[in-house]
């Protein structure tokens, strides 16, 4: 009876160790787990909350041995709270901003050189992300961030997303000038005054109108653009393009098309064209298929269809595209960022999963077009869009899919491709003129104030602020940059 006994109580005592052990090697494997920190802009559903706890985690955990914590930040403090963390050395492994902004956030210690871990950890995005896309953001000799979205891209900024069902309620089919938007506008607001104007005061594709040649910007907050045919730089608020720009939108202003939001939330517009409520935004090739879901959802008989203003002057290719991931200088586990973009680029399924979460719960994919199940976005189609695994929506037409995948087939390689301003030697005077151009240019850019009275004062504090040497830098460092191309 005692060994009866003896031989129970051990029994309980093995099965005891037994769970104990299992509780300490799930603790030791959670451990085991290394965290990646994302910065992210925007707003976190509830759908991607389950998601990154979940599904998301599973697969990390499984297939990188990861733990990926996301930081959402809403899009008006994004910039602001990007340099705040950055700066004060806070746990951030990977970040999203605007690759025209990529020598900025290099001169700020905001981004360590990538080339041992694309070679280490990066290689099997390479075969989707070709070696050319990526030394679109290189810098003396150095790749600094991840261009993002590899995609057609000629006149990037350049195009205007239109709610093509209001157009065409108003009595009109396309638009082809600026005085072709405010009549749209102006009929709008007549016949559906439930519907706030447009989202968006789009200076690049009124700019690309009015200007006599193409330019594109090629330095900090839109001071300075580069001119295709006389490939120069151009102060970009003293050409004449950006004054017609400027009274267009005063114009617009004045008839009360524009609000205030415009100019004092000028990041928020597309949050407000996806409220349904809004007329155009600015935008790229593709737009409407980026944004469709989300005017839908508040706006369920929506179509968006995106016009190029003065579509016969040349497009130009001026960027590797305009998003770029980068990898902090102090960032605690730099591998574990490059390993995880390596995987979101390794397979289509990565991919897929990545932007559109679980198939068969938030996605199902019939004959070759994708078809959204969850009402949400994951991480942004726009920030890692790719050429080879892009999936189209069944509601696409194939027109717009033979026209976006022809689209840069007639375009010109602009001669500033791959030029990378570094401002350390006039960083006191960008400073100055960013200063200028947010509290007195921008106003006058939104037509929010006078531009008779208004512009000729921000021009004078503009130069007072150093345009003219920040011009004459920018033009040596691109003369370099030319003559050795």
Request: proline share 4%; glycine share 6%; aromatic share 12%.
């Amino acid at each position: 009876m005692k060994t009866r006994k003896w031989l129970v109580l051990l029994a309980l005592l093995m099965v005891s160790v037994s769970i104990m052990a299992g509780c300490s090697g799930s603790k030791e494997g959670a451990a085991e787990l290394e965290t990646v920190t994302i910065l992210y802009p925007g707003e976190r559903s509830d759908r991607m909350n389950e998601f990154l706890q979940n599904e998301f985690a599973e697969k990390m955990a499984a297939d990188l041995g990861l733990k990926v914590e996301v930081v959402f930040v809403p899009w008006a403090q994004y910039w602001e709270q990007k340099d705040i963390m950055l700066a004060a050395n806070e746990p951030v492994d990977l970040y999203w901003d605007g690759l025209p902004d990529l020598s900025t956030i290099v001169n700020k210690r905001q981004a360590m050189a990538l080339d041992a871990l694309i070679e280490e950890h990066g290689k099997d995005m390479l075969n989707v992300l070709p070696m050319e896309q990526l030394q679109g953001a290189t810098i003396d000799g150095k790749i600094y961030g991840i261009p993002s979205a590899y995609a057609p891209s000629s006149a990037m900024y350049q195009l205007v997303a239109v709610r093509q069902d209001i157009l065409e309620a108003v009595g009109m089919t396309d638009v082809k000038t600026p005085e072709d938007l405010k009549e749209f506008a102006a009929r709008a607001k007549a016949q559906f005054p439930e519907m706030k104007g447009p989202a968006d005061i789009i200076f690049k594709p009124l700019t690309r109108y009015y200007a006599d040649e193409q330019y594109n910007w090629i330095a900090a907050e839109d001071l300075v653009v580069f001119g295709e045919d006389s490939k120069k730089a151009y102060s970009y608020y003293e050409t004449e393009a950006f004054q017609e720009v400027a009274k267009f939108n005063r114009s617009m202003y004045e008839a009360g098309i524009y609000t205030e939001d415009l100019t004092i939330k000028y990041n928020e517009r597309d949050s407000r064209m996806q409220t349904g409520l809004y007329l155009w935004v600015e935008g790229s090739l593709g737009k409407e298929m980026e944004i469709i879901d989300g005017v839908r959802a508040n706006a369920p008989g929506a179509d968006i269809k995106t016009y190029l203003l003065a579509e016969e002057k040349p497009r130009y290719i001026t960027a590797a595209g305009g998003e770029v991931l980068g990898i902090p200088v102090n960032a605690p586990n730099p591998e574990g960022a490059m390993k995880l973009i390596n995987w979101i680029y390794k397979s289509q399924d990565n991919y897929l999963f990545a932007l559109y979460g679980v198939e068969g719960k938030d996605y199902e994919i019939v004959d070759g077009r994708i078809h959204k199940l969850t009402p949400t976005e994951f991480f942004y189609e726009w920030m890692f869009r790719n050429q080879n695994y892009q999936l189209f929506g069944p509601d696409v037409p194939e027109a717009l899919i033979d026209q976006y995948n022809s689209w840069d087939d007639q375009a010109l390689r602009s001669d500033s491709l791959g030029f990378r301003f570094n401002n350390e030697n006039v960083k006191m005077i960008e400073t100055a003129l960013k200063e200028v151009a947010g509290k007195d240019l921008a106003a006058i850019r939104s037509g929010f104030v006078d531009y008779e009275t208004a512009y000729p004062v921000a021009i004078e504090k503009l130069k007072a602020a150093g345009i003219d040497e920040y011009v004459a830098e920018i033009q040596r460092q691109l003369d370099e940059f030319l003559a050795g191309k």
